[in-house]
């Protein structure tokens, strides 16, 4: 059956669409800074080489800046250009590809402080320092490398002097382009001429080089490319010659097929498929219709209608609209009603935009009006991004994720965020990835100390810039809470050139009550209240790093009511600066720091010495393990030299709401710095001489490593401690000698077999080991005030370390899949020492590296960890203290996995010296692919109740996670019932 358009339809339809292209403004190009980052816009004058690129180190980092592939190498590089050989020890790369007439040519260029060649002596190659070198070839590029990190490394001076070079070496081509050269052309820095002066003339001018380029516009022909060709399937087609162009008519499923010249185009392949359409072509004679077949040239648009679809790159792209029209002299496509899926993250993520209207306007770039873009198949997405004018480019991506090639980066007018189909949140313009979008975080929930709270995160970079800034990112926080007040914050983290770091600013109009951590109320003094914390990092050379750090915390329970986490794990909060030079087996810092905070915000330092100590400064030189003459013997040191100052807790116990007995108070309002004083600490500065010295020497005696050390050690302070421990020297001369001994044994049993134990051979290994250490203090243990663990917190005396490591191994998994397995690993020590060694500690520890480091105390400890089979575990640990004949510390556990879907562990913890007995279960089950539960009850067994209960049901979408948390915390007397959205993004 022959169906045709009517005139009075096609006609007008076809006008409205050709007016429509016309108003589209023309394609310009991109006129851009030249910076060092990239070789786009530039041709280098080197011929290319009939030969490939060989690129080899023992380290390499890649990643892509526009269209130009970097890479930083490192050890050992070696680089071959077109049968051209040099070597660096270090080296940074630059490679794009650009197309010509007889194909493709790969551009590079080589950045390396110091260049070696070893063919140099015979006059061929090049060498040098500072050399920037680039070529080009015609062949492959291949890398070989030992360990690969496909992510931007942390800038470098490397990079940045490359970058520099790259950037003048690129405008100096452009100011005055030189002749093509046929070798890889070498860029020597620059010898600055000695200005002499004559009298009368003018100072030289030199012209200033240009500072910008022009690039194409990306937007290269898509459709009508020179060689592309079209194929037609239909059921029935009727062709209308005339002298101004010829009218195909298909209709009955029909199919056409786009074919590009090159296979290696962005659009090598476009499928067309609909129930009608009309081909428009150049008006002459159309004998190739007789195969079914069209140069691609001599069309000018193809009109589709009835459930059409086009498909690029294998479903790459994919377009589903009721009417589309491709105009293939403009290169532009209209979507009526279109839905567009594409992908990104190497196809794992699907991308689908639904609009009124949609034009295609190159193989990789759509504009919308009327638009939604989700990651839902459905046609109301749970997450979607609403906007009236709305651009979707598909890029090379620019992240530092391996697993992306590609990503979709949208720029959009009158924007709306869209749960569910109902707008949230408006605003006027996003440019950004699709991960990009600008909320990031949503909690709803509450409990009976804070009220109903809200808390949401922003990403502030969307919301302000329509191009994001390299290396910065921010995020806004606003949150609210009914019982508290309102709360603003900042996330700010930065990685600009060679420094990198982090600002975290949060402030909170409260007139609540704190709970801290140890469950106790405290009413703060200020109702403005909040923290801003600063985190800097800067290579200032190859050697020289600078690590800076600020802390600011309005009030002495900020931390501990409102980031209970950070004040039981987070490091110490300090105000300080560390410039840091580090080389080959030497080190050298200088300290300084200054708390601007008279209290302390970090839990596990409350509970060891309520003070911070300040370094005004402190400088140390440290040596490792430098060997002398070629011997085994070696040689470590430490010397450091600075002044010190105390600052002491203030405050009472009830006012930190803390038990007294935590600081060894008996009264809650008895004060802290008080009695700190009492016990002989103070505030004045003291100076402080420190140097460490080890010698030790490796030998082998049969079977047995033996490693004999030697340490001497003297400390000098311009003051001594009379008040503190009624001593009056003001050094310390510490000296220690001792052996490290260890040998290994084995057995290996073929007839061990046992399906109950998952055993299938097994082997049994053995490594006796030992420590036997004297340590000698001029004066005791415990004389001097404790600035540094590591220097006053050392030990003295005899001690004696006896261990055992036993480790069983079977084989698991069946014939063709066997695989070695640790079954049960069991480390047994037990540590004796002399009566003059003072125990520090209620839990007694040995660190074998530094003996004196260690906690002493007549103690076994046991550690061991047991594979039962592939699905159950058990581990445990604990420490005896053979004085008080008593558990210190331990912990047992297992963990089971029922099946794929659900978990089971328990736990067993106790801790004698804060008298926790404590069993926690937990059960994470995986209903359906959508829906999760997590069970974790805590059971107090010196309370004998729930010390908390926590369940949470968490239910996945295709664009996040949805958490709904309650949680009972009988320390804090607290419930709460929360629900939050995470993982916000596309």
Do not use: C
């Not at 996330?491 to 600009?496: E, G, I, M, R």
């Not at 004796?832 to 103690?859: I, K, L, T």
């Amino acid at each position: 059956m022959l169906v045709r358009l009517p005139k009075t339809i096609a006609l007008p339809l076809l006008a409205t669409i050709l007016a429509m292209i016309a108003a589209t403004p023309a394609s310009a190009q991109r006129r851009v800074a030249i910076t060092g980052d990239r070789l786009s816009g530039t041709v280098l004058p080197v011929a290319p080489l009939d030969g490939d690129i060989e690129l080899a180190a023992t380290r390499a980092w890649t990643w892509t800046v526009d269209d130009t592939k970097r890479l930083r190498l490192r050890g050992d590089v070696q680089v071959t250009i077109g049968g051209r050989h040099f070597e660096a020890p270090e080296a940074t790369v630059w490679i794009n590809r650009l197309p010509t007439a007889a194909g493709l040519v790969t551009q590079i260029a080589v950045y390396g402080d110091e260049i070696v060649n070893p063919l140099r002596p015979a006059g061929v190659g090049v060498a040098g320092r500072a050399l920037l070198v680039t070529g080009s070839v015609r062949g492959a590029t291949r890398l070989d490398v030992v360990k690969l990190e496909p992510r931007r490394p942390r800038p470098t001076g490397l990079i940045r002097r490359g970058e520099a070079r790259l950037a003048e070496h690129r405008r100096r081509l452009l100011a005055a382009p030189p002749r093509l050269a046929s070798e890889p052309a070498v860029d020597r820095p620059a010898d600055t001429p000695i200005f002499e002066p004559v009298p009368g003339d003018d100072p030289a001018q030199t012209p200033p080089l240009p500072s910008r380029i022009e690039l194409p516009d990306p937007r290269e022909p898509w459709l009508r490319e020179p060689g592309a060709v079209l194929r037609f399937s239909f059921g029935a087609v009727e062709v209308q010659p005339g002298a101004e162009e010829n009218v195909i008519t298909a209709t009955d499923s029909v199919v056409i097929e786009y074919f590009s010249a090159r296979a290696a185009d962005d659009l090598s392949q476009l499928t067309l498929s609909a129930d009608r359409a009309v081909i428009f072509t150049e008006p002459g004679s159309l004998e190739e219709m007789a195969t079914w077949e069209l140069d691609a040239a001599r069309i000018r648009g193809i009109y589709l209608e009835g459930n059409v679809t086009a498909s690029a790159n294998d479903g790459e792209y994919l377009v589903r609209a009721p009417r589309v029209y491709y105009d293939l002299q403009s290169d532009r496509a209209i979507m009526l009603e279109a839905v567009l899926r594409t992908y990104e993250r190497r196809g794992r993520l699907p991308i689908y935009a639904r609009a009124v209207e949609m034009q295609q306007i190159s193989a990789n770039q759509w504009t919308a009006t009327g638009a939604t873009v989700t990651t839902s198949e459905f046609r109301t997405g749970h997450l979607a991004l609403g906007a009236e004018r709305l651009t979707m480019t598909q890029r090379p991506a620019t992240s530092d994720d391996p697993d992306e090639d590609v990503e979709t980066y949208i720029q959009a007018e009158d924007i709306s965020f869209q749960v569910g189909g109902t707008p949230i949140f408006a605003w006027p313009s996003f440019a950004g990835r699709m991960r990009d979008v600008p909320i990031r975080r949503l909690q709803v929930g509450g409990n009976s100390n804070d009220g109903v709270s809200v808390e949401t995160g922003w990403d502030l970079m969307s919301l302000l810039t329509r191009d994001r800034p390299r290396g910065i990112d921010a995020m806004l926080k606003l949150d609210g809470y009914s019982k508290r007040g309102p709360a603003v914050g900042l996330d700010l983290t930065y990685d600009v050139g060679d420094a990198w770091g982090a600002f975290d600013l949060y402030g909170l109009y409260d007139e609540g009550i704190d709970r801290t951590s140890s469950g106790r109320d405290v009413d703060p003094d200020p109702t403005l209240r909040g923290v801003a914390l600063w985190e800097h990092r800067m290579e200032l050379s190859r050697h020289w790093d600078l690590q800076t750090q600020a802390s600011y915390i309005s009030d002495r329970t900020f931390i501990t009511a409102w980031r209970e986490e950070d004040f039981r794990e987070r490091r110490a909060y300090e105000t300080s600066a560390l410039l840091l030079y580090q080389k080959d087996d030497t080190a050298f810092t200088l300290l300084g720091k200054y708390d601007l905070d008279d209290f302390i915000s970090n839990g596990w330092l409350l509970a060891s010495q309520p003070y911070t100590v300040d370094k005004l400064p402190e400088a140390t030189y440290r040596v490792y393990g430098e060997s002398f003459f070629g011997t085994p013997l070696s040689y470590s040191a430490e010397t450091r030299v600075g002044a010190m100052r105390m600052q002491l807790q203030d405050g009472t116990p009830r006012e930190l709401g803390a038990r007294p007995a935590a600081f060894g108070l008996a009264d809650a309002d008895d004060d802290i710095e008080a009695a700190l004083l009492a016990r002989g600490l103070s505030h004045k500065q003291v100076n402080r001489f420190d140097s460490r010295h080890e010698l030790t020497w490796p030998l082998t005696l049969g079977g047995v490593r033996a490693t004999p050390f030697a340490v001497g050690r003297f400390t000098a302070y311009d003051d001594d401690f009379a008040e503190f421990a009624g001593e009056t020297d003001d050094s310390r001369v510490f000296g220690a000698i001792g052996v490290r001994l260890a040998t290994q044994f084995q057995h290996v049993d073929n007839a061990v077999e046992s399906q109950l134990f998952d055993l299938h051979r097994l082997r049994h290994l053995v490594e006796p080991n030992a420590t036997i250490w004297y340590g000698y203090n001029s004066i005791a243990d415990d004389a001097l005030p404790i600035y540094d663990l590591d220097v006053e917190g050392i030990s003295s005396g005899a001690a004696m370390r006896l261990g055992v490591r036993n480790t069983w191994q079977t084989q698991r998994g069946g014939p063709g899949r066997w695989r070695s397995v640790d079954v049960l690993k069991l480390d047994t020590d037990l540590v004796v020492n002399s009566g003059d060694a003072d125990p520090r500690s209620p839990s007694p520890r040995f660190f074998d590296y530094r003996p004196e480091y260690s906690q002493m105390g007549d103690h076994v400890s046991v550690q061991g960890v047991w594979a039962v089979s592939d699905t159950l575990s058990l581990a445990g640990e604990s420490i005896v203290d053979l004085d008080e004949s008593a558990v210190a510390r331990g912990a047992i556990g297992a963990e089971l996995r029922h099946s794929p879907r659900l978990l089971t562990y328990v736990e067993y913890r106790y801790l004698d010296a804060s008298d926790n007995e404590l069993l926690e279960l937990g059960w994470n089950y995986v209903l359906t692919p959508t829906y999760r539960f997590q069970v974790r009850p805590q059971w107090d067994f010196r309370r004998d109740e729930f010390r908390s209960f926590d369940v949470r049901v968490i239910r996945g979408f295709p664009d996040f996670e949805l958490t709904i948390q309650v949680r009972r915390d009988e320390i804090q007397d607290e419930t709460t019932l929360g629900a939050s959205i995470d993982l916000l993004e596309f």
